[in-house]
């Protein structure tokens, strides 16, 4: 019998990530407590948002409703990589830059693989293939036990399993 095996990968859905930018763009476009605020939020190439808004307060508000819409989406907010600093000051409005993050890291790749073989069933072995990691083994059962345990862990940044075969 053939081994199994599954792609543990760190990807964001391109699309619902638009359509929550959008949903949050009209929302603040015509929200009362927005108005007259400078507030708005636009995309910043692939791989960030830029949010301006008058006050640091607003700038915030601004974020939260992007989260929100994430969220009814089903975007993971690990993707997000909101800075510590929050908004800085820019000229005469505040702007606050959040960065979208995909891929797995080398370094979260051996947090993973170190887990399953802690933790995993004996049978399973993990390789780091670039950004994903592939796990394998005879048994499908014992993959299911990974898959398990790693959505029981609170990992710092958002996992999907694919290529299951």
């Avoid at 949903?23 to 960030?48: L, M, Q």
């Avoid at 409703?65 to 409005?93: A, I, M």
């Avoid at 069933?121 to 014992?142: A, H």
């Amino acid at each position: 019998m053939a081994d199994s095996s599954f792609d543990i990968v760190s990807k964001i859905d391109r699309q619902e990530v638009a359509n929550a930018l959008n949903s949050a763009s009209r929302e603040v476009a015509t929200r009362y407590d927005f108005k007259n605020v400078g507030a708005s939020i636009d995309a910043s190439g692939e791989d960030a948002v830029v949010i301006k808004a008058n006050t640091e307060e607003r700038a915030n508000a601004v974020l939260d409703v992007f989260q929100t819409w994430l969220v009814k989406r089903k975007v993971s907010l690990k993707h997000l990589d909101v800075p510590e600093r929050g908004p800085q000051l820019s000229g005469k409005e505040y702007r606050l830059e959040v960065g979208l993050k995909e891929g797995i890291s080398q370094e979260n790749a051996k947090k993973i693989g170190k887990i399953i073989r802690d933790e995993g069933p004996k049978s399973v072995k993990s390789q780091i293939q670039g950004d994903e990691l592939r796990v394998t083994s005879k048994s499908r059962d014992d993959l299911q036990a990974v898959q398990a345990l790693l959505k029981g862990k609170d990992l710092d940044f958002a996992v999907q399993f694919t290529n299951y075969r």
